[in-house]
């Protein structure tokens, strides 16, 4: 337990919801609680779910394509999604946790000892063990080893750029183009998401995007190329985008979302972005040249080819953008 950043007595203003907590009290994301008027982080030090995967299940493709990296999370979580993957985890209070207490020097060892030189922070929503995350990326940086945080992007701006300063890659899930459907599906507004967006963007960390394909809720194409029209003004046209397939889990009893209907999606995407990718299906995820049309890295799952030593520019001159040594 630590005392909690960005809040000042009962209030915290860490991400938009600006909980006001009372006294023995937890705000909506379960980690933090009001002990004698002021806020403290139970999930510091509890990370869940150490395991490591390849950096393209985060997924990021142009961040050290090929390369493993050591995943964590915490219990907990700051939006309530009908159709969260990880709800046994996210709807769970750290509070009540039995893990061990591992402080931040602990993960960095763990990362030492299976010689991996990435962290991503992951599996449930990285801003609520902010403080945690802060820490470990801080003495992350002192042993040369890269950080990347896989986020729902609702945070507040201040602590977004504290967190900027530290983290080397965001993979933000921008789950709709639509402020009421954010607001049913995960009691979340758009506006600040694209705010996120925008700042880490503007920033030295590298972006990419996740959009989770839900069919009857964000397969519509015209709200699809009206967010990549977006992206493209608004960020660059440059930001590799990756939708999902969707399968049923927790509240939502949706049908698992055909490949018609992401081969649809994928098509109105490339008239805006260069780097479109499909996720949660045995289809092609090759990175390719937008200049000669190359494929210069090949992908089988998770499986990771990189053609002819790639290494971020294309045999026609073309530079592609990532971040590849």
């Not at 945080?149 to 750029?161: C, D, Q, R, T, W």
């Not at 960020?235 to 949706?254: C, G, Q, R, W």
């Amino acid at each position: 337990m630590k005392k909690a950043k960005y809040s000042k007595n009962n209030q915290c203003f860490l991400c938009p919801r600006r909980c006001i907590i009372l006294e023995g009290k937890r705000g909506f994301c379960n980690t933090r609680k009001n002990i004698g008027g002021n806020l403290y982080a139970l999930n510091y030090g509890k990370p869940i779910g150490l395991a490591i995967d390849p950096i393209e299940k985060k997924p990021l493709y142009h961040f050290f394509p090929g390369k493993n990296i050591l995943s964590f999370g915490t219990l907990g979580c700051n939006l309530d999604c009908l159709g969260c993957q990880n709800f046994d985890i996210s709807k769970g209070s750290p509070d009540e946790s039995e893990e061990d207490f591992f402080p931040p020097k602990k993960i960095i060892e763990i990362a030492k000892e299976n010689n991996i030189n990435m962290l991503a922070f992951t599996y449930t929503e990285p801003t609520i063990f902010f403080e945690y995350m802060i820490d470990v990326t801080k003495l992350a940086k002192k042993n040369n080893i890269n950080t990347v945080a896989v986020s729902n992007g609702y945070i507040e701006k201040k602590p977004l750029k504290e967190l900027i300063k530290h983290v080397d890659a965001f993979n933000i899930d921008l789950k709709f183009f639509d402020d009421k459907k954010y607001s049913k599906y995960s009691k979340a507004k758009l506006e600040p998401i694209l705010e996120t967006l925008k700042i880490i963007n503007n920033s030295d960390s590298w972006l990419e995007i996740t959009n989770l394909v839900i069919p009857n809720w964000n397969d519509d194409l015209e709200e699809v190329e009206r967010m990549c029209e977006w992206i493209k003004d608004n960020l660059s046209k440059d930001v590799p985008i990756h939708f999902s397939a969707y399968y049923p889990t927790h509240k939502m009893n949706e049908p698992p979302t055909p490949l018609k209907t992401l081969k649809d999606i994928e098509k109105i995407a490339r008239k805006h972005l260069d780097y479109v990718y499909l996720g949660n299906v045995k289809e092609d995820t090759n990175t390719i040249c937008p200049a000669c049309k190359k494929i210069l890295i090949e992908r089988d799952w998770y499986n990771t080819k990189l053609i002819d030593s790639f290494e971020e520019t294309c045999t026609c001159g073309k530079k592609i953008p990532g971040i590849w040594k």
